[in-house]
């Protein structure tokens, strides 16, 4: 991940894993993410950047999540079926996750260090469930927009990455609208009024079509600039961001007797340098 040049390579990787994970396999992986464990990142000729899935044996055994990217209704109860909501809300962390870590943003230093480990790694053994849980972060960013939405509170401004008006600033606006109005639909304790305000968009999460095609529109979006690389690494201070929550994981593996989790980034299969995001397939 370390090789992406640009913020849209980011965007068409994750696109592509949801293309094979959905239209052409039409069974929930499980584990979407952009890491070495399961990605494999392909250099074109042509200059594009292609992202495909590994790992399908654990998937098709439901054995596989990976702690910072689960969604947060799976990290707040474990025993919860595994949705297809559950898989898309998990491109929507893997695309902030990634994109915080390797694309300068209004967030750096330590104040990026420790959003990582508080929304990302927040994890705490539940004795009733005799299991780690998190996901309380999460359910603020999805249900109060926290680090998207301005705090007219606290006087925090949103999450921007480079220039405020990027396609990736409108990606992740967008997927959290979608993801933020099935919250409130999905859920029987809310007001019915705002149910039923929020149904249309909400809708559009019964299946896949629409949060892949946010993903398209973002990475073949004219707006891009090719001009410099802007990745970068080193945004924060040196910390194992993913060792936690990968330890916790393997520990709740032991006490579930059946949740198998990777261990931490490994040198990746591939990497692709040099490329710039392109409609090439």
């Not at 992986?29 to 654990?58: I, K, M, P």
């Not at 054995?63 to 910072?68: F, G, L, Y």
């Amino acid at each position: 991940m370390s090789a992406l040049r640009a913020q849209c390579d980011i965007v068409k990787i994750i696109h592509d894993t949801l293309v094979e994970a959905y239209d052409r396999a039409a069974v929930r992986h499980r584990d979407l993410r952009t890491s070495a464990q399961n990605s494999l990142f392909v250099a074109r000729e042509s200059g594009g950047a292609h992202g495909t899935l590994t790992a399908w044996d654990l998937s098709l055994r439901g054995r596989t999540r990976t702690w910072q990217f689960v969604s947060y209704q799976l990290l707040i109860n474990p025993s919860k079926t595994h949705t297809l909501q559950d898989d898309l809300q998990s491109s929507f962390w893997t695309l902030l996750y990634t994109a915080l870590k390797f694309i300068p943003s209004s967030l750096s230093g330590m104040r990026l260090a420790n959003m990582l480990k508080t929304v990302f790694d927040e994890s705490r053994w539940d004795d009733g469930r005799r299991s780690y849980v998190g996901g309380n972060e999460k359910l603020k960013i999805i249900m109060y927009g926290t680090y998207i939405k301005p705090n007219s509170i606290a006087g925090t401004p949103p999450i921007t990455f480079r220039d405020p008006e990027t396609p990736l600033n409108n990606l992740v606006q967008a997927l959290f609208a979608l993801h933020h109005d099935w919250d409130i639909y999905s859920n029987p304790m809310n007001n019915e009024r705002y149910r039923l305000a929020a149904k249309p968009e909400a809708e559009k999460l019964l299946n896949s079509e629409a949060n892949i095609k946010l993903f398209e529109y973002a990475y073949s979006d004219p707006e891009w600039s090719h001009k410099i690389p802007d990745s970068r690494e080193g945004l924060f201070p040196a910390m194992d961001v993913a060792a936690a929550p990968n330890a916790l994981a393997q520990k709740r593996a032991s006490s579930e007797g059946r949740l198998s989790t990777s261990p931490s980034p490994a040198t990746p299969l591939a990497l692709a340098r040099g490329w710039r995001c392109s409609m090439s397939k």
